[in-house]
């Protein structure tokens, strides 16, 4: 049995949170693999079923006890027994983790959603530095390649498929035509180029409303949408701790009955939601990974808007999606490397054609979500956990 320890936090709310738990869940019977959590496991972070919960528990207990080994050398380095599976941000860098414990692997393998394509040179060699660095897209393994990096694979996240598939709508919202938008705000996932196409659609289509799953903890993110000068300043609440962003809507000219926020909801209560959908919006400007939740729409056989760049990539068909096609290049730190092309700016003229174009061919909507749903039959947390099982046993 080989022991792992996925070094990020485990969650229902967040992408990084979801990866870890549904690897933890696809582990916690598997005779190989003896899974921990470095981070401390909060349970209100933790929504699904008692029996997804039961099969939780050991890990659970392993983490536990690993965090209260770790709280007892804070501040100091501590060797494991086995590989460390260590989530990587833009820099590359490796969290200390909780009680700044710096925590070293047999080996470290990095996995990494960068969405950042300009790297520097310090950054390059902390990931050359990794006898392995899995990437959650086809796009970030190019841009490393382009580097001239080779200790590098791909492994796609995964869609719970028992949760996210095609399913009868129980028409709550009657005869309203619903256009979803999910991801946390900042100006990489584009939401200000969606208020700005959906103003004008909704101008035409009064029973048009927009939904929003845009809930974020990170305000600063938010605060990155106002780069654009496409949509109206980003407004917060009193102590500037959160965005209000019906107030956001209402000033880029969308009426209070045409939005619908929905907050933070744990990823296992998605489904039921999205299937209501009539279509899902993402002109999202760059993705490291392939967009869990654009993965999770298509899954439930909504039919999507992609925009054709980045990580959307290993997404994007014809015949699956409706993709973004006139992509601008992005300047400055989004900008492509090598042969590879980097951020790509979304057009509001195309993306309202489009939507017109889904509420005026429902048939060819309806045909292109199943296709997208018969694409993410097979890019499952299942999937997903094998490929990682497969690269744990394989390390030296």
Known sequence: MR?????????????????????????ARDPDIQAFGSFPIQESQIAVDRLRRLSLDEFVGRSQWLGEHLAARSGKTVGLDGPLLAALGNDFRISPGPHQVKLEGKPDVGVVFFEMPQLDAETIERARAFPLIVCGSTWNEQILREYGLTNVTTVIQGIDQ???HPAPRLGTMGDRFLIFSGGKLELRKGQDLVVAAFARFAARHPEAMLVTAWHSPWVQFARTLDQSGKAAPIPYDAAGKAVDNRAWAKANGIPDHQFLDLGAVPNAFMPPILREMDVALFPNRSEGGTNLVAMECMACGVPTILSANTGHMDLVDDERCYPLTRQSP?????????????????????????????????????????????????????HTAARMKRIVLDLD
Do not use: C, M, Q
Not at 346 to 360: F, N, P, Y
């Open 3 to 27: 022991r792992v320890v996925i070094h990020w936090g485990i969650s229902s709310f967040f992408g990084w949170g979801v990866y870890g738990l549904n690897l933890a869940l696809h582990w």
């Open 162 to 164: 028992s949760l996210f």
């Open 330 to 382: 992005v300047a400055g730190a989004g900008a492509g490397v090598g042969d590879t092309p980097g951020w790509g700016e979304s057009d509001v003229d195309e993306i309202v054609d489009t939507l017109e174009w889904i509420h005026a061919d429902r048939a060819e909507a309806r045909r292109r979500g199943l296709a997208g749903a018969d694409f993410l039959s097979s890019l499952t947390w299942g």
